[in-house]
T-cell receptor, first 112, second 110 residues
Framework: DVKVTQSSRYLVKRTGEKVFLECVQD?????MFWYRQDPGLGLRLIYF???????EKGDIPEGYSVSREKKERFSLILESASTNQTSMYLC???????????FGPGTRLTVT | QKEVEQNSGPLSVPEGAIASLNCTYS??????FFWYRQYSGKSPELIMS????GDKEDGRFTAQLNKASQYVSLLIRDSQPSDSATYLC??????????FGPGTRLSVLP
């Protein structure tokens, strides 16, 4: 069964803190994505990766970075958290054959 | 700007009825089409994928694709209150990333 896990379901951080969100998939997919979802704005792509060590900016990369040291793990880093980064963060893993995208449970991050 | 459009709803149907959710997309090069269900506070869950024109059925769900009209739909037969959720349409073109629609909120009334 397809599985994508994220390190935390809920997280509260203070402004200026460095925040790490981790995502692990067990499907041997090469493609992984990070999105944020906000009411009225839908899903917005932050970063993605098509291979280990490879990363590409999405539509809203500012204030974020990523790390992909191993195929199964894709981490999102908020370098200095700000209140406008309060959001639901969703990691997804994508099959390279049929493009089916599977989401993790999400991390609801609150920055105070 | 590639776009995917959906009626935001809410779409209300009585229990047992057919719910019809529609999605249009702007990129004629789009190749793969997906429907996700998202319950409030939860992450999107893939329920259907379709790649060629016509219908694809899976249980109570039927996806319909018409590439000439740039239109994809999802029919839910015998709707249940547990189907109440937001349904997201997603489209991908070769070499591009996914484009998601804003979602349609479905409410199935007991």
């Amino acid at each position: 069964d397809v599985k994508v896990t994220q390190s935390s379901r809920y997280l509260v951080k203070r402004t200026g803190e460095k925040v790490f969100l981790e995502c692990v998939q067990d499907m041997d997919h090469e493609n992984m994505f990070w999105y944020r979802q906000d009411p009225g704005l839908g899903l917005r792509l932050i970063y993605f990766s098509y291979d280990v060590k490879m990363k590409e900016k999405g539509d809203i990369p500012e204030g974020y970075s990523v790390s992909r040291e191993k195929k199964e793990r894709f981490s999102l880093i908020l370098e200095s958290a700000s209140t406008n980064q309060t959001s639901m963060y969703l990691c997804a893993s994508v099959s390279g054959t049929n493009y089916e995208q599977y989401f993790g449970p999400g991390t609801r991050l609150t920055v105070t | 700007q590639k776009e995917v459009e959906q009626n935001s709803g809410p779409l209300s149907v009585p229990e047992g009825a057919i719910a019809s959710l529609n999605c249009t997309y702007s990129d004629r090069g789009s190749q793969s089409f997906f429907w996700y269900r998202q319950y409030s506070g939860k992450s999107p869950e893939l329920i259907m994928s379709i790649y060629s024109n016509g219908d694809k059925e899976d249980g109570r769900f039927t996806a319909q694709l018409n590439k000439a009209s740039q239109y994809v739909s999802l029919l839910i037969r015998d709707s249940q209150p547990s189907d109440s959720a937001t349904y997201l349409c997603a489209v991908i073109s070769y070499g591009q990333n996914f484009v998601f629609g804003p979602g349609t909120r479905l409410s199935v009334l007991p």
